[in-house]
């Protein structure tokens, strides 16, 4: 068929001629993401993998956001080892890695809120989209967290890593595309046809050069380091969450009573200068 359509629970996947499309489908948990849909988008990402007849794959998300990054809800069984934080943080990461290694170009077509696990996949994409009404952030440390896969620093420059992954600050398109966030920004209400527009000029290049010019500017990174800078990246998620602190410990015990806005009014309140 010229047109396809998947049947999955938290996203969708269309693949329409030589373009598929995953669209992240949460839109009432912001895309956030969990067990379920990570493993839903590597079915998926692992399906137009294997499909000879896809040439260039989009991922966007439904609603107010690309994604707002990891589901932060309250776990049934919660993570105590570090056994635990390290499947936590392989399952993400070998969800992106499959787009860092995949032989088709990836557009992100980044719609609004794109927090946390939501810039991560935002950046492993090829090229950005930004609608003019996205947000992009790294808010990790800000509860004690951080980047399950440090990325960041192959993207950016120095500076700007440092102030965005050690503040948690979140910015605008413009500025997203000014420091090399994104590769430009676009009219929200146009940014699918944009994201088609530029897949169906990828899709014309022949896979095999596809594929062989993708994997040589990879593997300029991987010579750099890219790859131990990711494995050593999850570790130090992993120590970030195994660390005891004070703050953690009230931030997470007001978060599980009155939720995550919350415990930011309080940690705001805290450090607040006295009037």
Known sequence: P????????????SIDRWIATLTLNRPDKMNAFDDAILLEMQHALDAVEADESVRALIITGTGRAFSAGFDLSPRETP?????????????????????WRSRLPVIAAVNGYCLG??????????????????????????????????????????????????TGDRIGADEAVRIGLA???????????EARQ???RFAMIAPPAMQLNKQCINRAYDLRGYQATIDY?????????????EEGREFFEVAAKQG???????????????A
């Open 233 to 245: 990246g999850a570790e130090m998620f992993v120590l970030t969450h195994m660390s005891e602190s």
């Open 2 to 13: 010229e047109r396809s359509t998947m049947k999955y629970q938290n996203i969708q996947l």
């Open 117 to 166: 696990g939501g810039c991560e996949l935002s950046m492993v994409c090829d090229i950005t989209l930004a609608a003019d009404d996205a947000e992009f952030g790294e808010p990790e440390i800000q509860f004690q967290s951080a980047p399950p896969l440090a990325v960041m620093p192959w993207v950016l420059g120095m500076k700007k890593t440092k102030e965005l992954m050690l």
């Open 198 to 200: 530029l897949a169906l």
């Open 79 to 99: 993570f105590k080892s570090v056994r635990d934080w390290r499947d936590h943080a392989k399952l993400g990461n070998d969800t992106w890695q499959r787009i």
């Open 183 to 193: 590769n430009r920004v676009v009219p929200a209400p146009a940014l699918m046809d």
């Open 260 to 274: 995550l806005k919350a415990a930011f009014k309080w940690r705001d309140a805290k450090f607040a200068t006295p």
